[in-house]
């Protein structure tokens, strides 16, 4: 079962009328003063600034705290709580791409006492639920849907601010900060400028990509492909290049053709509306995003406990020295790999048999971690089209086999499984500076198309729009885009093969790169020296230096300055940012506690980072 928004009562959906009582203008903190009270700022209305908020008041609620404390939380749109990526607007055709029972925007190891309703995802669709459909914690929902149930935390957080505690939401887009003993904070929108005392950044995905051709930029290139909406300006039967094969190009995919009243029938055939454009996907590799089904409690692979207990000796032995990723974590994982996939292939669990069945095998056609990252998929001939679409149909199918039975899935869910443990490795510079950057640069990308990829459903509709000749896999890897300024066309491809394209969409996931200013804010806090480039050695991932409780770490300041982060822009010093998940790198507990600590200096520290 697929939930949306229709499946759950008007009520339910209603958090956001209770949200926008909140809501103020920024010109009407002009002249106010606030010598006796403290002034909070966080900047990012996505889920990262929401949990934040309910460890700060949960903290206020629970300390000995008298000090007047004024919040101000700022967000480009009115979609507090939910965000950019989880706005109620959006599509409900666009999915989360795991299953529901993965879900819950509540801390269960710190509860919230001021707070009486504590739903999870599943429990919360329980409730609201108006259908005769049961709710199992294997079922998927829309993204539209996931931003209604965390706009309804919101609205039960709100009900425990605490007396001396004032909240204002500001609908604003921050573009500049400074600091002169507070912080000043400017908008893009507002002439003015608002005092800080203590600033939060839980601002997301907020980077943006380089474009891969020369020259000028044209609008007939988006940067980005949210919200979705705005490619509704691509005419009919345009020829639309997309760059990238994962989650991004299915949602371009179907905001396209779907969003544009096309329908995928009983039989998972596509009928189209005339209103589509022609989609061109291309990336370096052409390999498309792994689908994957619900993974929840017993139905996922699960690590060997000699597996889990040698990554557990490097997380202890990276106290004392750097763990060597390539040469220490890796093999580990690929020794599990290939149980995984031979396990799973015999059906045994029993080491013996397995490693016999591999001595048995030459080596060169041992299944290994390369081969599970890099499959040897040929789409470099006139028959790319063909040949893709049969491969979307071989890893849609093995995905519905699933993860116990069939070998590929069960070797894919070793990365995912992993993960955890390698984050408790990777944090603060566990690495060497030489296997980080191989991690970060070489692998990476390829482990989250290979083990976290859309749910099948949303992958059958890619294959039936290829299969119905909207999407054409004819463009070859590896290939280069030029912009033709006389003709206003995108050439793409190599010098063998090219492909006029009148528009092009940047499907790839932004990330901060050292050295290039592709966001406006954050290289406005490096001009003001409140950011330096954390440094693993000689090697640079693109994000800032921060404190174990996100705070950041500022080369030369002579002063202490108390911005944070928290989420999306410490990728790099911190490994998989999921930014729905309350536990993994969770730094609102160390950052709420540090600023109880700040304001009332006679109040000890409730929590601790864990990595």
């Known amino acids: 079962m697929i939930w949306k928004q229709q499946h759950i009562s008007t009520e339910a959906r209603g958090a956001k009328n209770h949200i926008e009582e909140y809501i103020c203008e920024a010109k009407a903190f002009i002249g106010k003063e606030h010598i006796d009270e403290k002034r909070i700022g966080i900047i990012g209305g996505g889920p990262k600034g929401l949990y934040a908020l309910e460890r700060l008041l949960n903290n206020i609620n629970e300390s000995r705290n008298k000090t007047p404390i004024q919040i101000i939380w700022f967000n480009q749109t009115s979609d507090f709580g939910s965000g950019n990526n989880y706005q109620v607007s959006q599509p409900d055709n666009l999915l989360i791409n795991y299953c529901i029972g993965n879900i819950d925007a509540w801390l269960r190891d710190e509860v919230n006492n001021a707070v009486n309703e504590q739903l999870s995802l599943t429990d919360w669709i329980k409730k609201h639920n108006i259908t005769d459909v049961d ?92 919200p979705v909406h705005h490619l509704d300006t691509i005419p009919t039967k345009a020829s639309v290049g997309v760059l990238g094969l994962g989650l991004t190009w299915v949602d371009i995919c179907l905001q396209l053709t779907e969003g544009r009243g096309g329908v995928f029938d009983d039989n998972g055939k596509y009928q189209a509306s005339g209103k589509e454009p022609m989609i061109y996907p291309f990336s370096r590799s052409n390999l498309p995003i792994q689908p994957r089904d619900a993974i929840f409690g017993t139905r996922r692979y699960q690590l060997r406990n000699t597996t889990v207990d040698d990554l557990l000796t490097l997380v202890d032995e990276r106290s004392d020295r750097q763990i060597d990723f390539q040469h220490e974590v890796y093999p580990i994982i690929e020794k599990e790999i290939q149980f995984a996939y031979y396990g799973t292939l015999l059906q045994t669990k029993n080491e013996s048999i397995i490693t016999a069945y591999q001595q048995s095998i030459p080596e060169a056609e041992l299944f290994t971690f390369q081969k599970l990252l890099f499959p040897e998929i040929d789409t470099s001939d006139a028959d790319r089209h063909v040949k893709t679409i049969n491969y979307i149909a071989d890893i849609v199918e093995r995905a519905e086999v699933g993860e116990l039975n069939d070998p590929y899935m069960a070797a894919a869910a070793v990365w995912r499984e992993a993960t955890p443990l390698i984050g408790r490795i990777y944090n603060f510079g566990g690495l060497t500076p030489a296997s980080q950057e191989y991690l970060d640069q070489k692998i990476w990308s390829a482990c989250c198309r290979t083990s976290f990829g859309p749910p099948i459903a949303n992958m059958r509709k890619m294959l039936a729009l290829a299969e119905a000749g909207i999407i054409q896999f004819s463009i070859p890897p590896q290939s280069s885009v030029q912009f033709d300024q006389s003709k206003d066309e995108f050439i793409v491809g190599t010098s063998s093969t090219r492909k006029t394209l009148s528009y092009l969409i940047d499907g790839r996931i932004a990330r901060s790169k050292p050295g290039q200013t592709n966001t406006s804010l954050y290289r406005n806090l490096g001009d003001e020296q409140l950011i330096t480039a954390y440094r693993n050695g000689n090697y640079e991932p693109g994000c800032m230096d921060i404190s174990q409780d996100g705070k950041a770490n500022i080369s030369g300041s002579e002063i202490d300055i108390p911005l944070y982060f928290y989420g999306t822009p410490t990728e790099g010093i911190l490994f998989d940012n999921d930014s729905l998940s309350r536990v993994r790198n969770n730094l609102a507990s160390p950052w709420a506690d540090a600023m109880l600590q700040l304001i009332n200096p006679t109040i000890h520290g409730l929590y601790a980072y864990n990595d």
């Open 135 to 226: 709710v199992a914690p294997t079922d998927f929902a829309s993204r539209a849907l996931v931003g209604c149930y965390l706009q309804d935390v919101l609205k039960q957080i709100l009900s425990s601010i605490p007396n001396e505690t004032t909240l204002n939401l500001i609908v604003e887009e921050v573009k500049a900060i400074k600091y002169e003993n507070h912080f000043l904070v400017g908008f893009a929108n507002t002439p003015i400028t608002m005092e800080l005392d203590y600033v939060l950044m839980t601002t997301g995905h907020c980077y943006q990509n380089t474009p891969p051709f020369v020259g000028e930029i044209t609008d007939k290139y988006f940067p980005s492909a949210y």
